[in-house]
C-alpha cells in the first residue's frame, strides 16, 4: 500500500491539508503518515525541568497526535499512523520519509503565502530544500477529482525522465489531462523548444496531454494566468538548483503562485 506523509503543526493550514490529502488517500486507497513535529519549551528546559516532567510534556504530545490520527482515519475511513518527532525539523521528516517510504510529502499554506517570498515560510523553504515530492495545499483549497494538471517546465534545459515518469503515473492514476506549459522570452527559443518533445512524448505516452507555449518575459504572470484559463487541479513543477526554478524562488522576484491562485502545487526534485 503507497503512503502519504502528512506534515501537522495543527495550525489551520496544516489541518488543511491533512483532510485534502486524507481525500486522495481514500479514493487512491493509500495509507498516511500523520507527522507532527513538537519541541519542548525553552523556559521548561531553562526551569531544569526533570526528566519525568519532559516525559509527561512529550505524552501530551503524543495524545494530541494520537487524538488527531484517529478523528482523520474515522472522517475519511483511511489508515493514519502517527509519527511524534523532535529535535531538528528537517532532519526529523528525511528520517521519517526514509523510515516509512511514502510517495509524497503534504504540508499546508496560509494564505499570506501569496504576500511573502516563496522562500519565506516552512513549506516553501522545504520545497526549495527537500529533494523529495512535496506538495503544498494552500488554506483555501478543498479536494475535488483531479481532472486537468499543468505541468509546467522548462523544456530548454530539459526535463528529466524520472520527472516526466512521475507525472504519467500521477495523471494516469486521477485519469487527468496533463497540458505541458512552457514560457520563453521569444519566438526563436520558443521554436527550438518545439523540436525537443521526444523525452516528453515517449514518457507520456498513455496518457492524455498536450503542449502549450507563451512568449512572455513574465513567468509568474504567464502561469497565474494559465491557471485561471484552464481551471487546474494541480501545478506541477520541477525545481533547478539555477535558471527558470531559481527565477521562481529569487526573493528579489517572485511570490507562491499556487497559494494566490488556490490550486496545489507539486514539486517533483530532478
Not at 37 to 62: C, M
Not at 226 to 238: F, G
Amino acid at each position: 500500500m503507497k503512503k502519504i506523509l502528512i506534515a501537522t503543526d495543527y495550525s489551520a493550514e496544516a489541518e488543511n491539508a491533512a483532510e485534502y490529502a486524507a481525500a486522495v488517500a481514500a479514493e487512491q486507497g493509500h495509507e498516511l503518515i500523520l507527522f507532527n513535529y513538537s519541541e519542548i519549551s525553552i523556559h521548561l528546559l531553562n526551569a531544569r525541568a526533570s526528566s519525568d516532567d519532559i516525559d509527561s510534556v512529550l505524552e501530551l504530545y503524543r495524545k494530541n497526535l494520537d487524538k488527531a490520527a484517529e478523528s482523520l482515519s474515522k472522517k475519511f475511513n483511511v489508515n493514519v499512523k502517527p509519527y511524534l518527532a523532535s529535535g531538528n525539523f528537517y532532519d526529523s521528516l528525511v528520517t521519517c520519509i526514509n523510515q516509512y517510504k511514502p510517495v509524497v510529502v503534504v504540508m499546508g499554506m496560509a494564505n499570506k503565502s501569496v504576500e511573502q517570498d516563496l522562500l519565506g515560510n516552512t513549506t516553501t523553504s522545504t520545497i526549495h530544500k527537500l529533494e523529495f515530492p512535496l506538495l503544498a495545499i494552500p488554506v483555501s483549497a478543498k479536494y475535488h477529482p483531479i481532472k486537468k494538471i499543468l505541468f509546467a517546465c522548462d523544456l530548454e534545459k530539459g526535463v528529466e525522465n524520472k520527472v516526466l515518469q512521475n507525472v504519467h503515473e500521477i495523471a494516469a492514476a486521477f485519469g487527468a489531462t496533463v497540458e505541458v506549459f512552457y514560457v520563453k522570452d521569444t519566438i526563436e527559443e520558443l521554436q527550438a523548444a518545439e523540436a525537443d518533445h521526444e523525452a516528453i512524448d515517449k514518457n507520456l505516452a498513455g496518457i492524455n496531454y498536450y503542449y502549450k507555449n507563451v512568449q512572455s518575459r513574465q513567468i509568474i504572470n504567464a502561469i497565474q494566468d494559465e491557471i485561471k484559463e484552464t481551471n487546474a487541479d494541480l501545478l506541477i513543477m520541477s525545481p533547478y538548483k539555477y535558471g527558470f526554478w531559481d527565477s521562481m524562488v529569487h526573493r528579489s522576484k517572485t511570490r507562491m503562485m499556487a497559494s494566490g491562485n488556490n490550486v496545489p502545487l507539486l514539486s517533483l526534485p530532478s
